[in-house]
Structure formats: C-alpha cells, structure tokens
C-alpha cells in the first residue's frame, strides 16, 4: 500500500515568487491537512480538507491557500514568498478524524 | 488554544539504557500521538492513545497516557542508535478534529 506522497522533495525559490507543493494521499483517505515545520516554530498546522472542502485552517496569512481534488490530492500554494517561509512542508492523510494520520516525506522549500 | 511540553529537550543516552520522555497538555488530551522524525524527513507514526489509563507497546517503545488525560510517557526500554532521532507528541485540538497540535519534540541520541 503505497503511502503519502509529496512532490517534490526540494525546492529552491527566490522571494516574491510563488510556489506550488503537491500531496497525494494513501488511496481511500479522504481528509489531507498541510503543517509547516521550522526550527523556530516547531511543528504548525497550516489547513485541512475533506472531500475537497477546506474544514480548518490554521494561523497563517492568506498568502498561504491550499485546494483539494476529487481524487482527494491536495495542493498548497505560498504567493509572494519571503525568506521566512524556507520551511519543511508535511502534508498527512487520515481516513476519518481520530484514526490517525500518515505523514509524507515532507518538501523542503528554501527562499532565497 | 492547546500546548503540549515535552521533556526533556534533548537527551543522550549509552546503548542498552532505558530512558523515558514526557508530553504535558494544558487540556485535556483526546487523541494522543507520539511521531519519531529523522532530520529533515516526514513523520513516522508511533503510537497513538486514547483513552486514560491506556498503554500500547511496539518492540521496545512503551507509551501511556495517564488516568486524567493531561500527561503522556513515551519509555525506550535497551535504547539501539536506531532509536535516534526527534520525538514529538501531537494531540487533536478538542475543538477541531483533524488538527494535530505538536509538542516541541525531544531530540535523542544514542552513544555506543
């Protein structure tokens, strides 16, 4: 059973671009929610979707949006990038709520 | 909002000890998961507790989650370099499901 995948795996920028990260989910989970990990700030919750509708969202500006397809891939996109969004990018699917969440291999994004 | 403590921040034991880290809530805890993450990489899914009083074993890694759901333990027992890495507790926001608030992680190595 093929786990979360998450493309790609590096990604350099340069500030003002944007930028465009992709997760495909373990095949049959519905819900797929993004979190952005930084040596400062430790493990944060970016947005979640279920069935292509986003349910939470965590604290971040909107320069930070994501999107969900049918087929339950999700993507996020970081507009006008700054140099304090060089972050590890994880994405995590689960089933349902409560029955635990897989992690990908993350994106490893630097803005220069 | 959520906050999760761990302890210690880091630690380094000699092959073969036992050891043990801590994950502190500030609320009541739902949905208790311990992740082990490698530099740099995704999140491998340890455990995950629910209900006070309970304990699940996987090889040599012990977790409980206490009685009034406020505190959680994460024991290695004969450590190997294998167990080297950050380990971090998550918990499901009490208002929002699908929402994984992170503790700070605890970074462990192991000496030969």
């Known amino acids: 059973k093929a786990g979360v995948t998450q493309t790609p795996r590096y990604l350099i920028k340069t500030r003002g671009q944007q930028v465009t990260l992709s997760c495909s989910p373990i095949?049959?989970?519905?819900?797929v929610s993004w979190y952005q990990q930084t040596p400062g700030q430790g493990l944060q919750f970016l947005f979640e979707?279920?069935?292509?509708?986003?349910?939470n969202k965590g604290n971040f500006p909107g320069r930070f949006s994501g999107r969900q397809f049918s087929n339950s891939r999700s993507e996020m996109n970081v507009s006008t990038l700054e140099l304090g969004d060089s972050a590890l990018y994880l994405c995590?699917?689960?089933?349902?709520?409560?029955?635990?969440?897989?992690f990908g291999s993350g994106t490893r994004l630097t803005v220069v | 909002s959520q906050e999760l403590e761990q302890s210690p921040q880091s630690l380094i034991v000699q092959e073969g000890k036992n050891l043990t880290i801590n994950c502190t809530s500030s609320?009541?805890?739902?949905?208790l998961y311990w992740y082990k993450q490698k530099y740099g990489e995704g999140l491998i899914f340890l455990m995950m507790?629910?209900?006070?009083?309970e304990e699940k074993s996987h090889e040599k890694i012990t977790a409980k989650l206490d009685e009034k759901k406020q505190q959680s333990s994460l024991h290695i027992t004969a450590s190997q370099p294998s167990h080297a890495g950050i380990y971090l507790c998550?918990?499901?926001?009490?208002?929002?499901?699908?929402?994984?608030?992170f503790g700070t992680g605890t970074r462990l190595q192991v000496t030969l």
């Open positions: 998550g918990a499901e926001d009490t208002g929002t499901a699908s929402k994984l608030t």
């Open positions: 609320k009541t805890l739902y949905g």
């Open positions: 979707y279920f069935s292509e509708t986003q349910r």
């Open positions: 095949s049959g989970h519905r819900s």
């Open positions: 507790l629910q209900k006070g009083g």
């Open positions: 995590a699917s689960s089933l349902v709520a409560n029955y635990g969440y897989t």
